[in-house]
């Protein structure tokens, strides 16, 4: 027998027993007379205590020459230690072992098997199977798989059914680019991996299924980031017979369940924001809202006095940064530093600070009288000791910047705490937007998505100005989840196809099927898909999904440990009828 107990098992009422362990070694310690082994698995560690002494050469020889993660065996008397160690779970026994067996040796692992460990990432990612041996690695594993339990567990109560959907298909509707697959029997042509089971699911809903669910992979061939990978899971969802409300209701559930099994917390009600309320106060369509500071437009109190940067902007807005006067001038121009980077792309930062006295000293002194400044302060609720920070420009342009400083204050300011969770729905979405560089109307969540019936005279005339049944999940400024209810009637999804710029016969070789489906009795219906990775991520306390992914890719795409993606050879691509010019 390999072993009778785990490494994390044995505890003072196990003292008296004759056990055996198998593990790996995690360190050794030698005083000669005495000789330690620390035991790991998955379950954790347990104390070897050899007295030299008294124990056969060959075992000592055997112990003295073991390593790190060497894998050895272990049979011994379980006894109690003369100084218990509370840091582990086993801290109160230890082994004393009669037979010591080694069942594998290891080279010398290219970082320390710890919690701070002295690999870099590229090294752990190499390597990942050692990463996976530290008890971090393994945590967040642990607790993805407790999350997918749970949803299960949730889902299956409310009757969903998981389904599979197929792998190789054609291309779905999420607007990125599709990783795609050359087919041997038909050659020239190509599968697509999907960017979600959109269509699929909603086949289901024609099937009858009525609740579909799955944790599934999909695909996406985008520039990477911390929270990207090319192929990512997510909790992807379909019922039928419901509007907005229903789905609202039911998913709000699944993150409180999830929430409550998985960390204890209860989230209570989520708030719901409409996505213009989002903009016009967070200038972020998934803002966090684990503090205020919300955005406070200006124009009607700054404009026309003289100051050339307020009277040409589209837009003049303030935030209130609580507490903050005291930001020395060393700050303050870092903020404008900030604000400045060509992703923010702000002209400049102007500040007014509420000084403790009553008096407002601002960047902008020589336009704005004592008064003036006293009625800005007015319009952002700003007292002695607060800080008001100000951006003018288009209006874009000025929103977007305001919400990145407003986000970098939060951090600054120790408001965005990684165990707080703000969770909250974004509502109305817009149903396309303007895309200046295609010079078209694209689809803002996907084309298959509802228009607020009383918003459907608007298609042809404003489009911009339709409001979409389509809703998003945000947890701490992380959007989490988003779906909508579908359009289930043929000429709404026809005006819709044209909309985008569609040509009939495209919208026909790319969508006909389901098109198709829809004349065969389509109930209403509309879903959501979660990203689990980053459900996770946040559940855990981490911005990056990669170490909620057992092998997941690096910011290129590659997975370095199996060397992919590679080469094929010639054969192979002759096979698959792709025929490569290099100078192509
Ligand atoms: N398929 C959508 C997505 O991946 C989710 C949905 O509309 O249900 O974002």
């Known amino acids: 027998m390999l072993r009778t107990h785990t490494c994390g098992e044995l505890r003072k009422n196990h003292v008296g027993q004759t056990v055996i ?13 005495l000789l330690w082994i620390d035991l790991r698995d998955r379950y954790g560690i347990t104390q070897i205590t050899i007295e030299t002494e008294h124990t056969k050469a060959d075992h000592v020889t055997l112990a003295r020459s073991l390593g790190r993660e060497y894998v050895i065996r272990v049979k011994g008397k379980v006894v109690e230690r003369y100084s218990s160690n509370d840091k582990i779970l086993t801290g109160e ?19 320390t098997i710890e919690d701070d460990t002295d690999g870099g990432d590229d090294l752990r990612m190499k390597y990942r199977y050692l990463d996976l041996r530290r008890n971090p690695v393994r945590k967040n594993l642990e607790l993805r798989h407790r999350m997918a339990i749970e949803t299960r567990n949730y889902l299956d109560k409310k009757l969903f059914l998981e389904v599979e959907t197929p792998v190789l298909i054609k ?7 599709d990783f795609v697959v050359p087919s041997r029997m038909n050659k020239g042509e190509f599968y697509a991996l999907p960017q979600s089971p959109q269509t699929f699911k909603q086949l289901l809903m024609v099937g009858g299924f009525d609740r579909y669910y799955q944790i599934v992979k999909c695909f996406r061939d985008e520039d990477l980031r911390a929270d990207r990978q090319p192929e990512f899971t997510q909790i992807d969802c379909e019922m039928a017979f419901v509007e907005q409300e229903d789905i609202l209701n039911t998913f709000e559930g699944l993150i409180k369940h999830l929430f409550n099994r998985v960390m204890n917390i209860d989230i209570g009600t989520l708030p719901r924001m409409t996505y213009q309320h989002a903009m016009k106060y967070y200038g972020n369509d998934k803002p966090d809202i684990r503090f205020e500071m919300t955005f406070i437009e200006l124009n009607d109190w700054v404009k026309n006095k003289g100051f050339k940067v307020f009277d040409e902007a589209q837009l003049v807005l303030g935030i209130c940064v609580q507490g903050a006067a005291s930001y020395t001038r060393k700050q303050l121009d870092e903020l404008t530093e900030f604000v400045k980077r060509p992703q923010l792309g702000a002209s400049g930062l102007v500040y007014a600070r509420f000084q403790d006295d009553g008096v407002i000293k601002s960047s902008v002194d020589k336009f704005f009288s004592p008064e003036e400044l006293q009625k800005w302060a007015q319009a952002m609720q700003a007292q002695p000791g607060d800080l008001m920070l100000i951006l003018a420009g288009e209006t874009h342009k000025t929103r977007k910047a305001m919400s990145e400083l407003r986000l970098e204050m939060g951090t600054r300011l120790g408001l965005r705490n990684k165990n707080t969770f703000a969770c909250h729905w974004v509502v109305d979405f817009p149903l396309v937007e303007w895309n200046e560089e295609t010079k078209r109307w694209h689809a803002m969540h996907h084309p298959f998505t509802s228009p607020k019936p009383e918003d459907v005279s608007l298609l042809e005339c404003a489009p911009e100005k339709v409001r979409a049944n389509a809703y998003d999940l945000v947890i701490n400024g992380v ?19 044209d909309l985008l710029g569609f040509s009939r016969e495209e919208a026909e070789k790319q969508f006909g099927f389901l098109m198709q489906a829809f004349e065969y009795g ?4 509309g879903g959501i898909a979660f990203g689990f990775d980053r459900l996770c991520a946040l559940f855990g306390g981490a911005d990056v999904i990669r170490d909620f992914i ?19 050879s010639i054969e192979q691509l002759k096979e698959l009828g792709i025929t490569m010019n290099p100078q192509d």
């Open 550 to 568: 057992a092998f997941p890719k690096n910011n290129s795409g590659r997975d370095v440990m199996i060397d992919s993606p590679s080469s094929i």
């Open 522 to 525: 389509a109930p209403p219906h």
């Open 479 to 497: 959007e989490v989840g988003g779906g909508s209810i579908r359009i289930a009637k043929k000429d709404i999804q026809a005006k819709m196809f």
């Open 21 to 33: 362990l198998s593990g790996w070694v995690q360190g050794i310690r030698d005083k000669g007379s």
């Open 93 to 111: 026994i230890e082994i004393h072992p009669e037979h010591l067996e080694l069942l594998n040796a290891s080279v010398t692992p290219p970082f």
């Open 171 to 177: 291309s779905t509707p999420e607007g990125a680019r």
